[in-house]
């Protein structure tokens, strides 16, 4: 299996654990029980870029990875996924990429997983149907030190 990202990737992603990148116009959407989400405008496309932090307690780092990475599993616990409810002509398709690395940062087990669109796959375009072409996500997560989970 060939690797889809760069290691300063993964770095960049495990170092908003300590460091929230929230300059150039970030701001706070909402926070609410000890979880942030900060979005940032896009003047060219219309939308917003998200970020979340926060802790979830009683799930270890290494279980949300797991649950995370198994795209059979989400279609159980994402309601999402099932989109029978949404009109026919905004159904979204994602095509993408994903890789997972579980990385030692001094003495720190981090796991971290990155996606993105990809633009080559065998799945054609359907008809009336959205391909999102500019998908991207990062999700770094380590213990908090109890029985759960601090990530971003």
């Given amino acids: 299996m ?5 290691d300063e990737e993964f770095q960049r992603a495990w170092k ?15 926070e609410t029980m000890g979880v ?11 939308l917003y870029e998200y970020k979340v932090f926060g802790a979830l307690g009683g799930c270890t780092p290494e279980l949300c990875a797991d ?3 198994d ?5 159980h616990w ?3 996924v099932k989109v029978d409810h949404i009109p026919q002509l905004l159904k979204p398709q994602y095509v993408y990429i994903r ?10 087990k981090i796991w971290v997983i990155l996606a993105r669109s ?3 796959t065998a799945c054609a375009e359907k008809k009336g149907v959205l391909r999102v072409k500019d998908y991207k996500q990062s999700v770094a997560m380590e213990s908090d030190g109890a029985s759960g989970t601090k990530g971003d």
Avoid: C, N
């Fill in 99 to 108: 890789e997972r690395r579980d990385v030692d940062v001094d003495g720190r």
């Fill in 16 to 30: 908003e654990l300590d460091e929230p990148q929230l300059d150039g116009g970030w701001e706070l959407f909402t």
């Fill in 118 to 120: 990809s633009a080559e």
């Fill in 67 to 69: 649950v995370y990475m």
């Fill in 2 to 6: 060939s690797l889809q990202f760069r």
């Fill in 71 to 75: 795209l059979m599993y989400r279609k």
């Fill in 36 to 46: 942030q989400i900060h979005r940032l405008y896009d003047k060219e496309t219309g």
């Fill in 78 to 80: 994402d309601g999402y």
